[in-house]
């Protein structure tokens, strides 16, 4: 079954959060079979030779493993593991590797949290990501910055709010750093999500979702993802739609709310 016969966006699924009581080869081989893309957090918990052999598209993947944004130590850190994982990337064919401002512990809660960004960790921020770019382009692969939610799940994390991954991404504007845009993450910490996707529009590479509250599939809750996916193609964007969502009771009838909520 391919999602391009139901749903102008390519889509995929996070595959940690699906069928978690079984192998993640088999998952990525599932999601596969059902026409999905998929998405991945921290390769070294995984068996990337077996991943390999499932031949699905990986489409996003945790783009670094420690590190920082906001000083030098930091940013060295980040652009180590990033390059590190890079490679990791390449092996797999992922489209896209992922970062945050900073690294992310136990229970998504940041290991640095940092209350006051200022303008010093601004400007730090935006010099660690022009090195990203420069890997980017030795590596030949593309990063993105996805926001986070700061009142739930994310409190602590310097430039998580979509403002600010949008103005850093936005002031560097190169095709090899893109915006993961994550509109549960913004319903939750910003909401007017039409036109934050409109004013996002030129700088993004993946838009993710999952539905609030709870963090569960489309339809489980109270966004009209549907009215979303209309304005989406109406604005022009054609890019992946990934749901990095915890299913509510089965998986697969979680991945048919998803494109359902996604089919026009």
Known sequence: MSNASTSPFPLAACAEMLWRDRPIEWRASRLKELGFGVGLWNWPEHDIGKLEATGASFTIMNGYLTGRLTDDEG?????????????????????????????LGDRGLPVQPIQVVTGVMWLKARDTLSRIVELAEQEDVTFTLENLNLPVDHPGTPFGRAEDTLALVSSIDHPRLRLNLDLYHAQIGEGNLVELCRKSLPWIGEIQVADVPGRFEPGTGEVNWNGIARALKAMGYSGPIGMEAWASGDSEEALEAFRAAFTI
Do not use: P, S, W
């Not at 060295?76 to 900073?102: F, P, S």
């Open 75 to 103: 940013a060295d850190e980040l652009i180590r593991t990033a390059r590190e994982t890079a490679q990791i990337g390449k092996r797999l064919g992922v489209q896209r590797l992922n970062l945050h401002g900073t690294g």
